[in-house]
């Protein structure tokens, strides 16, 4: 699986759906919660009239990391919360997620950075834990 600047992630040998379920599972274990679902395949139905894969955007919040961020710098919640997605692909899925690092590059104060770290470490600890 192709990384970029922006994020990581793999596919995955599971149908959509169970991969959306296992991505859920393994972000909380690593504390994060899901605050926002949408499903882009209905959206663009329903606004655009056009057909598109199953693919569905995750917003993850890890509710101590996120305070940290904002206490930091208030105006970071533009950045927030983490971006995973999940979309069908031929003989699976794929899972990939925002790369908490390269987004806080936009920012030049310490304590980002010190926690997109902590943040990527444990979304990579998530990541690792789907089937290969």
């Given at each position: 699986?192709?990384?970029n600047?922006?994020?990581f992630?793999?596919?995955?040998?599971?149908?959509y759906?169970?991969a959306i379920?296992?991505?859920?599972?393994?972000?909380?274990?690593?504390?994060?919660?899901?605050?926002?679902?949408?499903?882009?395949?209905?959206?663009?139905?329903?606004?655009?009239?056009?057909?598109?894969?199953?693919?569905?955007?995750?917003?993850?919040?890890?509710p101590?990391?996120a305070?940290?961020?904002?206490t930091?710098?208030?105006?970071?919640?533009?950045?927030?919360?983490?971006?995973?997605?999940?979309?069908?692909?031929?003989?699976?899925?794929?899972?990939?997620?925002?790369?908490?690092?390269?987004?806080?590059?936009?920012s030049d104060?310490p304590?980002?950075?010190?926690?997109?770290?902590?943040?990527?470490?444990?979304?990579?600890?998530a990541?690792?834990?789907?089937?290969?």
């Amino acid at each position: 699986m192709q990384n970029n600047a922006y994020g990581f992630g793999k596919k995955i040998p599971l149908p959509y759906l169970e991969a959306i379920e296992q991505t859920k599972a393994a972000l909380k274990e690593q504390g994060f919660g899901i605050l926002t679902e949408i499903d882009m395949k209905k959206t663009l139905k329903e606004k655009r009239g056009v057909d598109f894969r199953p693919y569905t955007i995750l917003g993850a919040c890890n509710p101590p990391l996120a305070h940290q961020a904002i206490t930091a710098e208030l105006d970071v919640g533009l950045l927030l919360p983490c971006n995973v997605i999940v979309y069908e692909d031929e003989g699976g899925s794929v899972v990939k997620i925002m790369d908490p690092e390269a987004i806080m590059k936009m920012s030049d104060i310490p304590a980002l950075a010190d926690m997109a770290k902590n943040a990527k470490t444990l979304l990579q600890k998530a990541i690792d834990s789907l089937p290969d």
